[in-house]
């Protein structure tokens, strides 16, 4: 298991992934449908990584959890910059495992990597979020040494909002 730039040449398995991810209601990957619109936000991501213009976006680098054969498990978000940190709703890093691949461990792998490489980007307290209700997360999360920080109320989802902290300098 490995953490890869998105690229166009695993386009079709990234679409593969938004199709999966369409199926519940509040997907990022909401609404990429066909191998261009796949592409398209392949591209972005690239963009949003490799640019330094992030004037309504933070900078954040895309990240896919691919296995030996570069099937497609889950994505990641490394944010390095954040904005509002005391009422950061996303935090540092945001991860999602595919529907079909979930409760096999992979969101465990997932956020252990992204930790070793936003720690790269010289960061050692990692802000993480997760909804209150996704159980599954919060273990992951403390599992990878989160200390529960509190719980924030999200306007815009009309949810609670779990925030942890892990601090990479141990």
């Not at 166009?8 to 449908?33: P, T």
């Not at 889950?74 to 709703?89: I, W």
């Not at 979930?102 to 465990?108: A, D, E, I, L, Q």
């Not at 599992?143 to 141990?170: A, C, M, P, Q």
Request: hydrophobic share 30%.
């Amino acid at each position: 298991m490995k953490l890869i730039k998105p690229c166009e040449e695993l386009a079709a398995e990234y679409l593969e992934i938004c199709i999966e991810y369409s199926h519940e209601n509040n997907s990022r990957h909401g609404g990429i449908n066909t191998l261009e619109k796949a592409v398209q936000r392949i591209k972005k991501d690239i963009c949003l990584e490799d640019s330094n213009n992030h004037s309504e976006e933070v900078k954040t680098s895309t990240r896919w959890l691919v296995d030996q054969k570069n099937m497609l498990i889950g994505t990641c978000r490394l944010r390095t910059e954040l904005r509002n940190v005391e009422s950061n709703l996303d935090g540092h890093i945001g991860y999602d495992i595919r529907p079909s691949c979930r409760k096999m461990g992979y969101g465990k792998i997932i956020l252990k990597l992204a930790l070793d490489e936003i720690q790269l980007y010289g960061l050692k307290n990692i802000l993480i979020t997760c909804d209150e209700d996704n159980i599954g997360s919060r273990k992951i999360i403390e599992n990878n040494g989160g200390i529960y920080e509190r719980t924030v109320f999200d306007d815009s989802d009309h949810k609670n909002v779990r925030r942890y902290w892990i601090n990479l300098e141990k």
